[in-house]
């Protein structure tokens, strides 16, 4: 028989140290209150302070392993992070890639790459943030893309556009997926990818080319430019061409981590609508009073409460090793509605007061409008669970 009582003492250590995680995360967030990311959001300005913050503390750190100066946590405790910044009202978009890219790094990256960049990835000396897959031209069809690495020497060279790349103007190293084998020569679309982990310091001025795109949320996003930026061999991460299963693995990281967000603003707008239906006192009597206020409200907490389980089931999932397309994607898109429900709930509830800067609420509801389509859209969630787990005919 296994032993009961060891098991129940590693979940209470577990809880126990989740329950760490929450509260040190929530006490950092404490001095980054809604007038410092007001003020960003005016500006358009990225949050220094705050990821910097984060770096000290470990946080950015929590899935490289001790070994190499990072503070080697899971995907569970990785998700609380994420979850617990936007709960407290903090926007998590400015640094989270460098937790989601870390798989592909830790899993498939040379020995050599990782003594190299993971200790200094730790400890704030180098940001791993941007993530080069999606282009103009092919956007999520991504074994359509167009960006070239081709091999000359000890180098590659490479060529070609990519959009959507968040961060590339804060980060120091870029994991890019290129390919090195034309799709006429292979049998599989998915077949000739290769990933490389690119020194954009080094590349910058010398084929690296960055323009930001403003958007409707503080985003610090950007299109880049290869124009025959040559780098070393040295640089690929795992085999040539079979990067596009190396980025999968990243791809799903991904996306729990971004439902984990989407849950932790949920839990923010829920809040922020409580309070205030309890406070808003109109025709002698709280706001909240009200069955046309309560409901919906309670409806949106519901269902978040029922995609969080999705979000850590699927979360344990990827720590255990095993196989997570189903329940990435599913995290994914539950979460994301979820916090769309409740953001457009709390908006509902404050009425006018929704639509004001100082009470925060438009730029969160800003904030959570972007996971409706990034990393992936609601729809292609869809149409992967009805091809990929019910068996229907691919769609597209």
């Known amino acids: 028989m296994p032993d009961t009582t060891m098991q129940v003492d590693n979940l209470e250590t577990q809880d126990s140290m989740i329950t760490e995680v929450r509260e ?15 003020k960003l959001d005016r500006d358009q300005a990225y949050p220094t302070q705050f990821v910097k913050a984060l770096t000290d503390a470990g946080f950015l750190g929590a899935l490289i392993p001790e070994e190499y100066g990072g503070v080697g946590l899971g995907m569970v405790a990785a998700s609380v992070i994420l979850e617990e910044i936007h709960h407290q009202g903090c926007n998590a978009a400015a640094c989270h890639a460098q937790m989601y890219t870390m798989g592909t790094v830790l899993r498939h ?7 190299e960049y993971l200790p ?9 943030q941007a993530f080069g897959v999606t282009e103009p031209t092919s956007g999520t069809d991504t074994t359509s893309l167009r960006t070239v690495a081709v091999r000359d020497g000890d180098d590659y060279v490479i060529n070609g ?22 799709l006429n020569q292979v049998s599989k679309k998915t077949d000739g990818l290769s990933v490389f982990l690119l020194d954009m310091r080094k590349a910058k001025g010398n084929g690296l080319t960055i323009r930001p795109i403003r958007t409707m949320m503080n985003h610090a996003t950007t299109e880049v430019f290869f124009d025959n930026l040559r780098i070393p061999a040295s640089n690929l991460v795992g085999e040539e061409n079979k990067g596009f299963k190396y980025i999968l693995s990243g791809m799903n990281a991904e996306r729990i981590l971004i439902a984990a967000e989407c849950i932790g603003d949920a839990k923010w707008f829920t809040k922020k609508s409580t309070n205030y239906a309890n406070d808003r006192n109109i025709f002698g009597r709280a706001i909240g009073q009200n069955q046309g206020v309560q409901f919906p409200i309670a409806k949106a907490y519901a ?40 953001a457009e709930a709390c908006v509902q509830t404050h009425g006018g007061f929704g639509f004001a800067e100082e009470y925060d609420v438009e730029r969160k509801f800003r904030e959570a ?26 769609s597209y």
Not at 369 to 394: C, D, F, K, W
């Open 24 to 38: 040190s995360v929530a006490k950092l967030c404490g001095d980054f209150q809604g007038d410092y990311w007001r």
């Open 120 to 128: 200094k990835i730790a400890d704030g000396t180098l940001r791993l």
């Open 109 to 115: 990256g040379s020995d050599e790459q990782k003594k």
């Open 161 to 182: 556009q990519k959009i959507w790349t968040s961060r590339a103007e804060h980060s120091d190293l870029m994991l890019l997926l290129a390919r090195t084998k034309p």
């Open 303 to 342: 269902h978040m409460k029922a995609a969080e389980l999705m979000v850590y089931h699927a979360a344990k999932l990827y720590e255990a090793g095993k196989p997570i397309g189903e329940e990435a994607n599913t995290a994914k898109l539950l979460a994301a509605d979820a916090s769309w429900e409740a």
């Open 369 to 394: 409008r972007l996971y409706q389509v990034a990393p992936i859209s609601t729809n292609l969630i869809l149409s992967y669970i009805a091809e990929h787990v019910l068996g229907m005919p691919r």
